[in-house]
C-alpha cells in the first residue's frame, strides 16, 4: 500500500509491544525509522536486527517526559537525513490504582509520560517537520479515552491525547502537519500481560479477542502515509467492537435477546 521511501519516522516506546509492531512496518514500507525508548537494551537489540536484514533503523535513549531528550532527538533525526516526517507518539504506561488510592506521585507520572510526553514531541519536531514540507502526527490514546475506567489517571491522559490531537491538528493544518489520534483496545504486551482482566475484557469484546500489535501497526500506517492526506484531528478506534457497544451487547445476551455462541 504505502511507500514511504525517503521519509524518516521516530516511534517513541518503539523498544517493544505496539510501537516495535510500528518500528518494523514502517521500515519495511521503506522509512528510515529512528526507535526511542527509555528500554536501552531491548531498543538497541531490535535496530541491530533490523540492519542486519538492511533496514535503515537506529536506537535513540529517550525519556519522553524531558524535554533535553526530545532536543536531543530532533538532533540526531536533523543529522542522520536532515528532516522529520512521521512521529509516532506512542510511549506510554499504566498505573492501575483508584482515585482513592492513588498518590499524586503517580497521578503526576503517568500524566508526564502518557500527555506531557507527547506535547513535548509535538512541540520538538513541528519546526523540523514544517521544514521538511510537512508530515503525520500519530498520538496513541486508548478506547479508555472514550470512558471511565478503573485507572483514573491513565484514563485522564488518554481522554486528554485526544484533546491535544485536535488542537494540534487545527494549529499546524495550514502548515502541512496532521495530528490524529488512533485509541486500540485491549492488545496484550507487557503493558498487561498477566493482568486477571485480560479474560473479562476478551469476554466483552464482541470480537472475543484482543488485538495485535501489528494490526495496531497497519492503522499507523495508514496514518502515516498518503492515503490519509485528507483525514486529520481524528480518533481512530481499533478495539473489536468494545466501544461501538459492549456494554449494552452484555445486557442483551443477559436478557436473552442475544444469543452469545461463544459463551
Ligand atoms: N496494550 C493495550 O492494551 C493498550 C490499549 C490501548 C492503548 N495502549 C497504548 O499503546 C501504547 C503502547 O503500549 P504497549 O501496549 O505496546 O505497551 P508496552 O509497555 O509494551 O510499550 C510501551 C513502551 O513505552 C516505553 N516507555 C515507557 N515510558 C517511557 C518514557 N518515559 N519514555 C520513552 N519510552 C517510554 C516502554 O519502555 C515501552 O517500550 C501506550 O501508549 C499504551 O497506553 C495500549
Keep these: 500500500m504505502a511507500d514511504l521511501a525517503g521519509k524518516l519516522a521516530i516511534v517513541t516506546g518503539g523498544a517493544r509491544g505496539q510501537g516495535e509492531a510500528e518500528a518494523r512496518l514502517l521500515s519495511a514500507k ?56 512521521i512521529l509516532v507518539n506512542n510511549a506510554g504506561i499504566i498505573n492501575r490504582t483508584l482515585v ?37 502526527i500519530i498520538n496513541i490514546s486508548s478506547n479508555s479515552g472514550f470512558s471511565g475506567h478503573y485507572d483514573p489517571a491513565y484514563t485522564a491522559s488518554k481522554w486528554g491525547l485526544r484533546g491535544l490531537t485536535r488542537s494540534a491538528a487545527m494549529e499546524f493544518a495550514t502548515k502541512g502537519i496532521r495530528v490524529n489520534a488512533i485509541c486500540p483496545g485491549l492488545v496484550v504486551t507487557g503493558l498487561n500481560a ?27 500506517l495508514f496514518l502515516a502515509s498518503d492515503a490519509s492526506r485528507f483525514i486529520t484531528g481524528e480518533d481512530f478506534v481499533i478495539d473489536g467492537g468494545f466501544t461501538a457497544g459492549a456494554a449494552y451487547r452484555r445486557v442483551a445476551v ?5 444469543r452469545d455462541e461463544t459463551s
Design 100 to 136: 482513592e488510592t492513588t498518590v499524586l506521585e503517580a497521578w503526576e507520572r503517568v500524566l508526564k509520560v502518557n500527555l506531557t510526553g507527547a506535547f513535548l514531541g509535538i512541540q520538538a519536531v513541528a519546526p523540523l517537520m514544517v521544514e521538511s514540507g510537512g508530515g503525520s
Design 30 to 85: 521503506g522509512a528510515a525509522v529512528l526507535v526511542a525508548d527509555v528500554l536501552i537494551a531491548e531498543g538497541e537489540a531490535l535496530a541491530a536486527e533490523l540492519q542486519a536484514a538492511g533496514r535503515e533503523v537506529r536506537f535513540l535513549p529517550l525519556d519522553v517526559s524531558e524535554p533535553k531528550s526530545w532536543a536531543s532527538v530532533v538532533e540526531a533525526a536533523r543529522d542522520w537525513k536532515g528532516r522529520i516526517d
Design 254 to 258: 443477559e436478557t436473552g435477546i442475544y
Design 194 to 220: 498477566g493482568s486477571p482482566h485480560l479474560k473479562p475484557m476478551i469476554g466483552m469484546t464482541p470480537m472475543k479477542r484482543s488485538g495485535r500489535p501489528e494490526e495496531i501497526a497497519e492503522l499507523v
